[in-house]
């Protein structure tokens, strides 16, 4: 049988792959320019922004694995374990929407703990 992937989950990948791999040029092309993304530390609007919020967090990236991804032609999942300068594993899900071709909408899920002990341990106040 032949697996039918929708465009959502190939652009998700796709974005996925580019981000991972450090090449934040490539990634953004994926994205909209009104993005609008949902993270932890709050809503981000707009791709200037979006990359200002990615660009520190690719440059600490040393690896990730995709643990599952799931899509339809208009909304994905992508759950992954990232590895950094700061975090040896440091698991988290994004979920995308996709409008003509391009992330109008991401949702950051990851836990932010891990790495606010690795910045105290790093400052000497742990």
């Known amino acids: 049988m032949t697996e039918q992937m929708g465009a959502a989950l190939r652009i998700a990948l796709a974005y996925h792959e580019a981000w991972t791999g450090k090449d934040l040029d490539r990634a953004m092309s994926y994205v909209a320019g009104d993005v609008v993304c949902d993270a932890p530390a709050g809503r981000i609007e707009g791709a200037a922004a979006y990359r200002e919020f990615m660009a520190p967090f690719v440059q600490m990236l040393l690896g990730a694995?995709?643990?599952?991804?799931?899509?339809?032609?208009?909304?994905?999942?992508?759950?992954?374990?990232?590895?950094?300068?700061?975090?040896?594993?440091?698991?988290?899900?994004?979920?995308?929407?996709?409008?003509?071709?391009?992330?109008?909408?991401?949702?950051?899920?990851?836990?932010?703990?891990?790495?606010?002990?690795?910045?105290?341990?790093?400052?000497?106040?742990?």
């Open 65 to 126: 694995t995709v643990i599952a991804a799931f899509g339809d032609e208009r909304t994905a999942v992508v759950v992954y374990d990232t590895a950094t300068v700061a975090v040896a594993s440091g698991p988290a899900a994004e979920s995308v929407t996709v409008e003509d071709g391009k992330i109008t909408y991401s949702r950051f899920i990851f836990d932010r703990v891990p790495f606010q002990q690795a910045r105290e341990r790093a400052s000497g106040s742990v």
